[in-house]
């Protein structure tokens, strides 16, 4: 494993997703009903045959919420876990890059605002927008997701947008109501093995959040106390193991046997300027040298995260957090 050589040719896409967590574990419900049609709506299923009246609801987990400029908050949309009804139709939501997850307080122009983008799972060029913006900035006195637990926004008086589109057409949706609670699922797994300290000072932690039921295919991994913009990705395997300094690396490599790669396009992040690296996962597609494979219940799964770091000597190297273990039920 050439952590730098691998690392170096897809640095520039990995710095879209990100950010210092206020939040774990969010859920954003939001309400509404088909309004009218653009081009006859949305063609393809399970859309397609949406009407005027249709009730319209929008879940999304938002498993990490972070710190941006200009009082901003980027949540990383838990897609596993969300879902998207029209009528009697549901759909989950894609994993894509596109995928924005927003919390402002005092933002600019749009004072306190909530944000919510993806596109559907069945087909991925249809997507979603959620805007409700309350231009006064007297709604709430945050960026923390989790202070608005047990909150209810009404949008009537609000700016708002709730609107499905495809390539075909798209539905509006008159929005009502933006709820805030706490998501299902919590802190998971063990850590374990040391970690060599990194640049920033402190030695990298990996926590995961969600449910430890395969089926429920909610995972999400983060990584914290890192060096700031610092691209990574995650490691797994089912077996524990130690190397130190493997390939000239600073840290300590704590897998062993076959480990696998969350390197597809999407998976290599950069830290944010909290020092984090947060990414839900597939259970049912884990990464392995031989090919993916699903989670059983059961099954203990190992994590990783390695990362790009500079040793105090000057040049450029590369670390790894503490590991974390999961036993699955």
Known sequence: MNLQRHLAALAAASLASSAL????????????????FENGGVAT???????????VTLVVDVELANQLPFNLVLGALNWPSSSLAVGANTDGLAFTSGQTVHLGNDAVWYGDYVSLAS??????????????S???GQTWNTRDWAALIGTSVQATGFVSTFRIW????????????????????????ALYCT?????????????????DTPADNDLTLVASQLPNQSVGYFLVSATQGFVANPGGSMGNLCLSGEVGRFSAPGQ???????????????????????????????????????HRDNDPAGPTTSNFTRALSVTFQ
Do not use: M, Y
Request: aromatic share 8%; net charge negative.
């Open 21 to 36: 967590a206020l939040a774990e574990d969010v859920r954003v419900t939001c309400t509404g009903t088909v309004s009218s």
């Open 45 to 55: 299923a399970p859309f397609a045959g949406a009407a005027v009246g249709d009730a």
């Open 119 to 132: 596109t559907l799972a069945t087909d991925t060029t249809t997507q979603f927008q959620v805007f409700l």
């Open 134 to 136: 309350d231009a006064s």
């Open 166 to 189: 495809s390539p075909q057409g798209a539905v509006n949706i008159d929005l009502d109501t933006v709820t805030f609670a706490a998501a299902p699922g919590g802190a998971l797994g």
């Open 195 to 211: 970690a060599a300290p990194n640049s920033s000072g402190s030695t990298g932690l990996l926590s995961a959040f969600g449910s």
């Open 268 to 306: 290599i992040k950069a830290t944010d300027f909290g020092g984090e690296i947060a990414l839900p996962i597939d259970l049912g597609h884990l990464p392995t040298p031989v090919g993916a494979v699903a989670v059983q219940a059961g099954q203990t799964w190992n994590f990783q995260l390695w």
